[in-house]
């Protein structure tokens, strides 16, 4: 049977979500069809707008936000001797709900990669080496996660920083190797944080 154009077009978009196959897909597609009103589908379509209108990375950590600079950056009770170097804003939100860490982060959007064409050049590098020389930092805690990509772009950033005086610490092993952050749970990463190691 072929399906309505309309109805293909959706299921086609939500099958380039990760992890959603054709048959995922469509049953989102048909629940849309199915439950939403028009005005039902308006909001969930402005909704998504906004988010490509609002969201934007903050100009001085790297983390998305919606307002000129992120809720982290703007708190003046947080360590300013502490910045924790991360993958993905989706590592600060998880590193967030342990509730250990009360520094700084600074987020890279991405990892070096050879295999993938991605260098130092491709991923937020050029606006960290200012804040670690500017901001009284005493300590870098690179937590990036433990794939090949992650212990690449760790080793690199601690290449960077050895010639300066400050401490550099890669996050403790009690997360699993191979393993992204942002699957970790609280537990883990707070005594990972807790168990981090200079480098």
Known sequence: MILPNALEELITEFMKFPGIGRKTAERYAMYIVNN????????????????????HNCPNCGLI????????????????????????????????????????????????????????????????WPRITDNNIKEVIIATSSTQE?????????????DVDI???RIGYGVPVGL???????LTLSKAIENRKKM
């Open 180 to 186: 992204n952050l942002e699957y970790a749970d609280e």
């Open 36 to 55: 939403f009103s028009v005005e039902n589908t308006e909001k969930f379509g402005n909704v998504l707008l906004n988010i490509k209108k609002l969201i």
């Open 150 to 162: 992650g212990e690449t772009t760790s080793l690199y950033i601690n290449r960077v920083l050895k």
């Open 65 to 128: 936000t919606d307002q000129e600079l992120c809720q982290v950056c703007e708190d003046t009770q947080r360590d300013k001797s502490l910045l924790m170097i991360v993958e993905s804003s989706k590592d600060v939100f998880s590193i967030e709900k342990s509730g250990e860490y009360k520094g700084f982060y600074h987020v890279l959007n991405g990892v070096i990669s050879p295999m993938d064409g991605k260098g130092p050049e491709d991923i937020n590098l050029s606006t960290l």
């Open 167 to 169: 401490l550099v610490s």
